[in-house]
Protein backbone atom coordinates (compact mmCIF):
# COMPACT_ATOMS: atom_id res chain seq x y z
CA UNK A 1 0.00 0.00 0.00
CA UNK A 2 1.37 3.18 -0.39
CA UNK A 3 -0.41 6.50 1.40
CA UNK A 4 -0.29 9.75 -0.45
CA UNK A 5 2.66 9.07 -2.38
CA UNK A 6 4.92 8.79 0.17
CA UNK A 7 4.46 5.75 2.71
CA UNK A 8 4.96 2.50 1.47
CA UNK A 9 3.51 -0.96 3.57
CA UNK A 10 2.49 -4.15 3.09
CA UNK A 11 -1.60 -3.99 2.87
CA UNK A 12 -2.16 -6.01 5.30
CA UNK A 13 0.05 -4.61 8.32
CA UNK A 14 -2.75 -2.54 10.09
CA UNK A 15 -0.66 -0.93 12.66
CA UNK A 16 1.54 0.48 9.38
CA UNK A 17 -1.42 1.37 7.54
CA UNK A 18 -3.08 3.26 10.73
CA UNK A 19 0.39 5.26 11.26
CA UNK A 20 0.68 6.24 7.89
CA UNK A 21 -2.81 7.66 7.62
CA UNK A 22 -2.12 9.98 11.06
CA UNK A 23 1.42 10.74 9.61
CA UNK A 24 -0.36 11.91 6.35
CA UNK A 25 -3.35 13.63 7.90
CA UNK A 26 -1.18 15.72 9.82
CA UNK A 27 0.36 17.36 6.58
CA UNK A 28 -0.59 20.58 5.33
CA UNK A 29 -2.39 20.22 1.79
CA UNK A 30 -2.92 21.95 -1.36
CA UNK A 31 -6.36 23.24 -1.28
CA UNK A 32 -8.14 21.96 -4.63
CA UNK A 33 -11.48 22.91 -6.20
CA UNK A 34 -13.93 20.79 -8.40
CA UNK A 35 -16.78 23.39 -9.77
CA UNK A 36 -19.29 23.92 -12.24
CA UNK A 37 -19.89 19.49 -13.07
CA UNK A 38 -22.11 18.68 -15.43
CA UNK A 39 -22.56 15.67 -18.53
CA UNK A 40 -23.45 16.02 -21.54
CA UNK A 41 -23.28 14.06 -24.54
CA UNK A 42 -20.86 11.29 -22.58
CA UNK A 43 -18.18 14.04 -21.32
CA UNK A 44 -17.69 15.31 -18.03
CA UNK A 45 -17.44 19.13 -18.03
CA UNK A 46 -15.85 20.47 -14.86
CA UNK A 47 -14.02 23.54 -13.70
CA UNK A 48 -10.89 22.49 -11.52
CA UNK A 49 -8.46 25.08 -9.58
CA UNK A 50 -5.96 24.94 -6.60
CA UNK A 51 -4.21 27.31 -4.67
CA UNK A 52 -0.20 28.07 -5.70
CA UNK A 53 2.20 25.25 -4.89
CA UNK A 54 5.41 25.54 -3.57
CA UNK A 55 6.81 23.58 -6.14
CA UNK A 56 6.27 21.99 -9.69
CA UNK A 57 3.05 19.58 -9.54
CA UNK A 58 1.36 17.27 -12.07
CA UNK A 59 -2.57 17.63 -11.81
CA UNK A 60 -4.29 14.16 -12.25
CA UNK A 61 -8.30 13.33 -13.03
CA UNK A 62 -9.41 10.31 -12.12
CA UNK A 63 -13.18 8.58 -12.88
CA UNK A 64 -13.93 6.29 -10.45
CA UNK A 65 -16.85 3.53 -10.65
CA UNK A 66 -18.45 3.64 -7.05
CA UNK A 67 -19.04 -0.43 -7.08
CA UNK A 68 -18.63 -2.83 -10.01
CA UNK A 69 -18.56 -6.88 -9.96
CA UNK A 70 -16.84 -9.74 -12.06
CA UNK A 71 -17.35 -12.99 -12.38
CA UNK A 72 -13.66 -14.61 -11.90
CA UNK A 73 -13.50 -17.90 -14.81
CA UNK A 74 -9.75 -18.79 -13.44
CA UNK A 75 -7.09 -19.08 -10.73
CA UNK A 76 -7.27 -18.84 -7.02
CA UNK A 77 -10.87 -17.03 -7.10
CA UNK A 78 -12.43 -19.04 -10.05
CA UNK A 79 -15.57 -19.45 -10.25
CA UNK A 80 -15.93 -16.61 -7.47
CA UNK A 81 -18.16 -13.31 -8.32
CA UNK A 82 -16.48 -10.66 -6.91
CA UNK A 83 -17.48 -7.02 -5.54
CA UNK A 84 -14.98 -4.08 -6.01
CA UNK A 85 -15.18 -0.02 -4.82
CA UNK A 86 -13.89 2.52 -5.96
CA UNK A 87 -12.52 1.03 -9.32
CA UNK A 88 -10.17 3.68 -11.56
CA UNK A 89 -11.72 3.61 -15.29
CA UNK A 90 -9.87 6.54 -16.29
CA UNK A 91 -6.59 8.57 -15.05
CA UNK A 92 -5.59 11.60 -16.81
CA UNK A 93 -3.04 13.72 -16.41
CA UNK A 94 -4.80 17.33 -17.01
CA UNK A 95 -2.29 20.09 -16.56
CA UNK A 96 0.85 21.03 -14.03
CA UNK A 97 1.97 23.92 -12.17
CA UNK A 98 5.48 25.42 -11.57
CA UNK A 99 6.32 26.89 -8.86
CA UNK A 100 4.28 29.11 -6.80
CA UNK A 101 1.58 28.85 -8.98
CA UNK A 102 -2.22 27.60 -8.55
CA UNK A 103 -3.89 26.19 -11.49
CA UNK A 104 -7.46 26.92 -13.31
CA UNK A 105 -8.82 25.23 -15.90
CA UNK A 106 -12.01 23.97 -17.71
CA UNK A 107 -11.99 20.14 -18.24
CA UNK A 108 -13.36 17.90 -20.52
CA UNK A 109 -13.21 13.92 -19.81
CA UNK A 110 -14.90 10.91 -21.83
CA UNK A 111 -17.49 9.48 -18.85
CA UNK A 112 -18.96 7.36 -21.58
CA UNK A 113 -17.53 4.15 -20.15
CA UNK A 114 -19.27 4.83 -16.50
CA UNK A 115 -22.41 2.90 -16.63
CA UNK A 116 -23.61 4.15 -12.95
CA UNK A 117 -22.74 6.27 -9.81
CA UNK A 118 -19.16 7.26 -10.09
CA UNK A 119 -17.09 9.99 -8.92
CA UNK A 120 -14.39 12.53 -10.03
CA UNK A 121 -10.64 12.75 -7.77
CA UNK A 122 -8.43 15.76 -8.52
CA UNK A 123 -5.09 15.42 -7.20
CA UNK A 124 -2.08 17.17 -7.29
CA UNK A 125 1.35 15.21 -7.20
CA UNK A 126 4.99 16.34 -7.12
CA UNK A 127 6.32 15.45 -10.34
CA UNK A 128 7.56 11.65 -11.17
CA UNK A 129 5.04 9.64 -9.12
CA UNK A 130 6.13 12.21 -6.30
CA UNK A 131 4.22 13.11 -2.76
CA UNK A 132 0.21 14.10 -3.26
CA UNK A 133 0.24 17.83 -2.14
CA UNK A 134 -3.78 17.72 -1.79
CA UNK A 135 -6.80 16.19 -3.79
CA UNK A 136 -10.41 16.85 -4.04
CA UNK A 137 -13.81 14.55 -4.78
CA UNK A 138 -16.91 15.06 -6.12
CA UNK A 139 -19.79 12.51 -7.24
CA UNK A 140 -21.68 12.46 -10.75
CA UNK A 141 -24.34 10.61 -12.77
CA UNK A 142 -22.96 9.90 -15.92
Known amino acids: MVVDG????????RAKAAAAFE??????????????TKVESGKLQVHIETDAVPGK??????????SAESQVQRGENGGHRLQHVAVVRNLK???????RQGYSNDVS????????????IVFLQ?????KILGAAVTPFAP
Request: hydrophobic residues 40%.
Open 109 to 120: LDAHSLPHAARL
Open 6 to 13: AYEFTGSD
Open 23 to 36: KARRLPTIPVRISS
Open 126 to 130: EPGQG
Open 93 to 99: KIGKTES
Open 57 to 66: ADVFAALVLD
